[in-house]
């Protein structure tokens, strides 16, 4: 289904790339790839001081911890809430690695705008579309369709290690004819104008799996007193986000706000967050492929040539290498939610377990690039102390760490048993990013699989790769490090076979969270692998095996595996890729397409 839109060109927006085609006059277009780029000509050249959704009217707001106004309304002519509800029901959401990439110009630009006023409406209605009934998945759905700007915010329930917005927790206590809500919660994202509340609230006075279910709120419908708005808090990070405090006392709503059944919310919190743990990651890639952006402009600024120091070419190229990983990983798990829904949430918990790290760490190698630059709070660079600001705040923290282990230290001893080394290799398609997969549907989303088929491919890869040793010393050099990767594999398989049979007894041993994160990061190795052997030849970098040697040889280090030297030529190659890139005004994602600027 179209929508006919009407969005605002933005003023004075430097040259960008082509308007995509559209199906009718107006209307956004219906392929992904070109609706991300409809977005990114949208919104224009981010250095153009004159653009008002530029970099300099974002920081400008930033530092004056205002939303920037202007890009939310462009965005709302643009409708973009429409990509968050499911086709079925008049939106455009169906597949989730288009919906990342779709959402990637705004992330590119602006984090907090991301995320204030973009996916959390999606992390809020996804367990209306998971469980909801008719009434609420269609009354949620022309919310956020009714005029592009509904939005729906979430109320966590409390998780272990939490952060400010983690903290504290909703009450549920059955009535006659419904519920009585109690409790607070000082930081909620855009508590002041959220249209609808999903509210994860304890309804059981013990803990377990049956311990919370999930209301759906609207707060314009609660008894008079029975909600309070708390005043704004101000954050460290994502200042120009709206976040405050809600406080419900003794406050009556109907049965029929109930999302699924009572006891729902632990399971559909874990279903649901497999969607969030690879979007996240998937698009905040998006900011920290500007953040590489801002150290090559440092890098290159008054050089021969246009050419990096020598002493920066190993950061450049690494970070490029890792940022081609991080979003393989990504995009491979978003693909893993539409063609594996059963056992998905595996590759879920990987990504987010291991690609906020990566990526800080990525950030903190650019500041040496960047120098004195990185302080700078100018249009130029001021967009680098942005992002490292906002990341923590963004969700990338350790409360989400600690929940994805909780999702796989539980699965190692099964995965070990049963599962590594005699699963067969998923489809082709899963790394194909050209290739469709069906639309995601949120009921089918469980966690019943117990297949691993990124370490099949791990395996499989390694095994073709050992026929290309001949080719040359970069073929030989990737090869080496396929079978690091399954020699670790097979001393992870021995070690998680051991664990404890008692999930409660491995949960409480230290050992189980140092083999989660080295498994998590034997599966970005294999996404890699997978996404480098997919290459369908129309992207000659991608299919050649520099940026996958480099990739595979940093995770290596990371991991501790025995890693061979660099063959030559493999850092230059990645970094002239991103130096072309970056002058011809090409995104440093696996997808390589033209943005604005």
């Known amino acids: 289904m179209t929508e006919t839109l009407t969005p605002r060109a933005p003023a004075a927006a430097g040259a960008g790339p082509p308007a995509p085609p559209r199906t009718a006059a107006g209307e956004a277009p219906l392929d992904g790839a070109e609706r991300a780029a409809w977005i990114e000509a949208l919104l224009g050249d981010p250095d153009d001081p004159h653009n008002p959704h530029g970099y300099r009217c974002l920081l400008d707001a930033d530092d004056r911890r205002r939303v920037p106004e202007a890009t939310e309304e462009l965005l709302t002519d643009a409708r973009l809430t429409a990509e968050f509800v499911p086709r079925e029901l008049g939106g455009r959401l169906a597949r989730p690695d288009v919906l990342a990439r779709v959402l990637r110009p705004v992330f590119r630009r602006d984090v907090a705008l991301g995320f204030g006023y973009g996916i959390t409406s999606l992390f809020g209605a996804s367990a209306v579309w998971a469980a909801g009934d008719d009434r609420q998945r269609a009354r949620t759905a022309a919310l956020l369709l009714d005029g592009g700007g509904g939005r729906v915010t979430i109320l966590h329930h409390e998780l272990a290690h939490a952060n400010a917005i983690l903290r504290d927790e909703f009450t549920a206590r059955s009535a006659p004819g419904g519920f009585v809500l109690g409790g607070r919660k000082d930081v909620v994202i855009n508590a002041d104008r959220a249209d609808a509340f999903v509210m994860y609230a304890r309804t059981a006075t013990s803990a377990g799996p049956r311990s919370h279910s999930v209301l759906l709120l609207d707060p314009e419908r609660l008894p008079p007193g029975g909600l309070r708005r708390l005043q704004r808090v101000p ?79 190993t950061v450049l190229a690494g970070v490029f290498a890792d940022l081609l990983a991080c979003d393989s990983m990504a995009v491979t798990g978003l693909r893993a939610l539409s063609l594996l829904p059963d056992s998905a949430h595996l590759m879920a918990a990987a990504v987010k377990l291991t690609m906020p790290d990566l990526l800080r760490e990525d950030l903190e190698e650019l500041a040496t690039v960047l120098g004195f630059h990185g302080y700078d709070r100018g249009p130029l660079y001021g967009g680098f102390q942005k992002l490292v600001r906002d990341l923590p705040v963004a969700g990338l923290g350790h409360a989400g760490s600690a929940a994805c282990q909780a999702v796989l230290i539980p699965q190692l001893r099964t995965l070990a048993r049963t599962s590594w080394f005699r699963t067969e290799e998923p489809t082709a398609r899963l790394f194909l990013l050209s290739a469709p997969v069906p639309a995601l549907d949120y009921r089918k989303l469980t966690l019943s699989g117990s297949d691993d088929v990124l370490t099949a491919t791990l395996v499989g890869a390694g095994e073709r790769l050992g026929a290309l040793r001949p080719t040359g010393p970069q073929w030989a050099a990737l090869a080496d490090l396929a079978d690091a990767f399954v020699q670790e594999m097979r001393a992870l398989r021995e070690q998680c076979a051991a664990l404890p049979e008692s999930v409660r007894a491995t949960l409480a041993d230290p050992r189980a969270c140092a083999l989660a994160d080295r498994y998590a990061l034997v599966l970005a190795a294999a996404a890699c692998l997978g996404v480098w052997q997919g290459q369908d030849g129309t992207d000659s970098f991608l ?41 011809e005004g090409r995104s440093l994602d696996v997808y390589d397409t033209r943005i604005a600027g």
């Open 235 to 313: 954050t460290p990070g994502m200042r120009g986000s709206r976040f405050a405090g809600l406080e419900f006392t003794d406050s009556r709503v109907r049965a029929d706000t109930l999302v699924g059944e009572v006891g729902d919310g632990v399971s559909l919190a874990l279903r649901t967050f497999m969607v969030n743990r690879c979007l996240i990651p998937g698009t905040v890639v998006a900011g920290v492929d500007s953040a590489l952006r801002f150290a090559v402009r440092a890098a290159t600024a008054g050089r021969p040539a246009g050419q990096p120091a020598r002493r920066h070419h």
């Open 543 to 583: 299919s050649q095996p520099a940026w996958a040697v480099l990739a595979l040889s940093r995770i290596g280090r990371r991991l501790g595996v025995p890693v061979p030297e660099l063959p030559d030529g493999v850092t230059e190659s990645v970094l002239s890729e991103a130096l072309l890139r970056f002058r």
